[in-house]
């Protein structure tokens, strides 16, 4: 069976990202231990300074609220504007996310969370989040 939900149970990070002119936005899933350098990141993407984006935009275009940043919102894009990156680390292995609520876990390959956000349109990759 692909998918199992389970409560209780530990995430990855994600994180909701947007850079000074609100022209790109990117949605991270990173391992949980891992400690993200904003301008490293920056550097590696080739974007203008990063930072977190606002409730109001993760509402308006992910229909997330605070808390509840997960890779499956970008099921909710409808215009495919984020850009989305799955830590490296979790190729070919199974990864908890999130179904749009904080309050349970779903398990599923990483390369098929991949697959799914690719097919519905938004630029997904595999980020090496060792900087």
Not at 84 to 100: E, K, Q, S, T
Request: contains cysteine; positive net charge; aromatic residues 8%.
């Amino acid at each position: 069976m692909p998918f199992t939900c389970l409560t209780g149970t530990r995430s990855p990070k994600n994180l909701f990202i947007r850079d000074d002119k609100k022209k790109r936005y990117f949605l991270l899933t990173l391992r949980e231990n891992k400690r993200l350098d904003l301008k490293a990141l920056q550097a590696k993407l080739g974007t203008r300074r990063l930072s977190f984006a606002s409730e109001e935009d993760l509402g308006r275009i992910l229909g997330l609220v605070k808390g509840s940043v997960t890779p499956l919102g970008a099921l909710n894009d409808v215009e495919c504007l984020v850009e989305c990156f799955i830590d490296l680390d979790y190729r070919d292995r199974l990864i908890g996310v999130h179904p749009n609520t904080n309050t349970a876990t779903l398990w599923i390959q990483a390369n098929d969370l991949f697959g799914l956000i690719r097919r519905h349109g938004n630029q997904v990759e595999w980020l090496d989040a060792n900087f």
